[in-house]
C-alpha cells in the first residue's frame, strides 16, 4: 500500500515507540464478505481487512488472566463495543502492532469502547511476564491479559483460523459488539508507508485512530 495513494496518514504514536517491520502471517485468503459495506467505516482503509466472522464463530469459554493474577470472562465487558486483538510475545507482526494499539487502547477507553489485548499461545504464564519484551517497544502502561486456557493457546486455536487454513494465524483481531457477539475478524498485521518512506503498523495512524472512533461512535450498531 502507497500513501500517496491513500488520505493523511500523520502517525498518532508519541513518546518515542520504537518501530518494528514484519510481514504479515501468511494464510490462504479470507474470502468471507466485508464486515464494513455502508455507514461511516466503508471508506477506512483499516475497516477494509476485517470480514465478517464465519457462521458459528463464537468466543470459546475461556476465561482471561488479569495483570492482577484473578480470572475473568469477556462478559465483563458487555455493553461495550470491543477491538480484541490476539498476540504472542514470539510473533513480530503481532509486535509491530503493539505500539499503536496500546496509545488507541489508553486513548479510546469510554463505556461505550474499548480495546482488549490478549496474550494467547504463549509460554508465559501471567500477563506481567511480558512487560520486559513490551517496554523493550517503547509499551509501558498497556494493560494485557492472558487467554486462561489449560494450554494458553485455546483462544488462538479456535478463532484464528482461516477459512481452508489447519492453522491459527496471528495476529489476530476481532470485533464483538456490546452484546457479546463476535461480528468481524482480520488475521494478520497490516503496515502503510507514510510520507517519511517508513512503514508503519496502520493501528499506528490516523487510519487507525478514525477507525476505533467510528467503532466508538456507533458504526459497528448501524450494521444491524
Same mark, same amino acid.
Not at 481487512?49 to 457462521?55: G, N, T, Y
Not at 507482526?93 to 490478549?118: N, T, W, Y
Not at 498485521?189 to 503498523?201: H, R
Given at each position: 500500500?502507497?500513501?500517496?495513494?491513500?488520505?493523511?496518514?500523520?502517525?498518532?504514536?508519541?513518546?518515542?515507540?520504537?518501530?518494528?517491520?514484519?510481514?504479515?502471517?501468511?494464510?490462504?485468503?479470507?474470502?468471507?464478505?466485508?464486515?464494513?459495506?455502508?455507514?461511516?467505516?466503508?471508506?477506512?482503509?483499516?475497516?477494509?481487512?476485517?470480514?465478517?466472522?464465519?457462521?458459528?464463530?463464537?468466543?470459546?469459554?475461556?476465561?482471561?488472566?488479569?495483570?492482577?493474577?484473578?480470572?475473568?470472562?469477556?462478559?465483563?465487558?458487555?455493553?461495550?463495543?470491543?477491538?480484541?486483538?490476539?498476540?504472542?510475545?514470539?510473533?513480530?507482526?503481532?509486535?509491530?502492532?503493539?505500539?499503536?494499539?496500546?496509545?488507541?487502547?489508553?486513548?479510546?477507553?469510554?463505556?461505550?469502547?474499548?480495546?482488549?489485548?490478549? !496474550?494467547?499461545? #504463549?509460554?508465559?504464564?501471567? %500477563?506481567?511476564?511480558?512487560?520486559?519484551? =513490551?517496554?523493550?517497544?517503547? $509499551?509501558? *502502561?498497556?494493560?494485557?491479559?492472558?487467554?486462561?486456557?489449560?494450554?494458553?493457546?485455546? !483462544?488462538?486455536? #479456535?478463532?484464528?483460523?482461516? %477459512?481452508?487454513?489447519?492453522?491459527?494465524? =496471528?495476529?489476530?483481531?476481532? $470485533?464483538? *459488539?456490546?452484546?457479546?457477539?463476535?461480528?468481524?475478524?482480520?488475521?494478520?498485521?497490516?503496515?502503510?508507508?507514510?510520507?517519511?518512506?517508513?512503514?508503519?503498523?496502520?493501528?499506528?495512524?490516523?487510519?487507525?485512530?478514525?477507525?476505533?472512533?467510528?467503532?466508538?461512535?456507533?458504526?459497528?450498531?448501524?450494521?444491524?
Amino acid at each position: 500500500m502507497n500513501s500517496r495513494d491513500m488520505p493523511d496518514r500523520r502517525l498518532v504514536l508519541a513518546g518515542g515507540a520504537a518501530i518494528l517491520t514484519g510481514a504479515a502471517t501468511t494464510l490462504p485468503e479470507d474470502t468471507s464478505p466485508p464486515l464494513f459495506t455502508s455507514g461511516a467505516l466503508v471508506n477506512n482503509q483499516l475497516a477494509e481487512f476485517f470480514k465478517v466472522a464465519p457462521a458459528g464463530l463464537a468466543w470459546p469459554d475461556v476465561k482471561l488472566v488479569m495483570p492482577d493474577r484473578k480470572l475473568i470472562k469477556l462478559d465483563q465487558f458487555r455493553g461495550k463495543t470491543l477491538i480484541v486483538s490476539l498476540w504472542a510475545e514470539w510473533c513480530l507482526p503481532c509486535l509491530v502492532e503493539m505500539p499503536g494499539m496500546a496509545i488507541l487502547q489508553k486513548r479510546m477507553r469510554s463505556d461505550r469502547f474499548e480495546l482488549v489485548s490478549i !496474550l494467547t499461545n #504463549t509460554e508465559y504464564n501471567v %500477563p506481567s511476564d511480558a512487560d520486559d519484551i =513490551l517496554k523493550r517497544i517503547g $509499551i509501558r *502502561d498497556m494493560v494485557v491479559h492472558l487467554d486462561g486456557s489449560p494450554r494458553k493457546d485455546k !483462544l488462538i486455536t #479456535t478463532l484464528g483460523k482461516a %477459512p481452508g487454513s489447519k492453522s491459527a494465524g =496471528l495476529p489476530c483481531n476481532l $470485533i464483538i *459488539d456490546a452484546q457479546g457477539r463476535l461480528r468481524g475478524r482480520s488475521i494478520g498485521g497490516e503496515q502503510v508507508t507514510a510520507s517519511d518512506g517508513k512503514d508503519y503498523s496502520i493501528w499506528a495512524t490516523n487510519i487507525g485512530l478514525q477507525f476505533c472512533e467510528g467503532l466508538s461512535g456507533g458504526a459497528l450498531e448501524a450494521l444491524t
